[in-house]
């Protein structure tokens, strides 16, 4: 009975750690920061899929990016989404490149 008193008083100190370190001022803005860069990408995702790989590829001849694939036996190895995704990757690196030159 002693063990389990004791296992439970060592729980409930971790629980009290823990609550004292989500409730610390950087973890929660670094969640903020989480939540809005999730959203950003999201909105970033946007841009590239539906504005700027289209015009890409408009000047290109009226390629679409994401249709482009090759095959190997039975897989299908899309290769324009990936393009794609470079592109996004991208943008993202350079608006992060660009807030940390302000700041």
């Not at 629980?15 to 860069?37: E, H, P, Q, T, Y």
């Not at 095959?71 to 996004?88: L, M, R, S």
Request: hydrophobic share 55%; net charge positive.
């Amino acid at each position: 009975m002693a063990s389990l008193k004791n296992g439970l008083g060592s729980a409930a100190k971790e629980l009290n750690a823990f609550k004292k370190f989500i409730s610390r001022g950087n973890v929660i803005d670094m969640a903020v920061g989480v939540i809005i860069g999730g959203a950003f990408g999201k909105i970033v995702t946007s841009l590239v899929n539906d504005i700027i790989m289209p015009l890409i590829g408009l000047a290109l001849g009226k390629i679409n990016f994401a249709s482009l694939s090759f095959k190997i036996g039975e897989t299908e190895i899309k290769y324009g989404a990936f393009i794609q995704t470079i592109v996004d990757f991208l943008i993202v690196a350079f608006c992060i490149f660009i807030v940390i030159q302000i700041f």
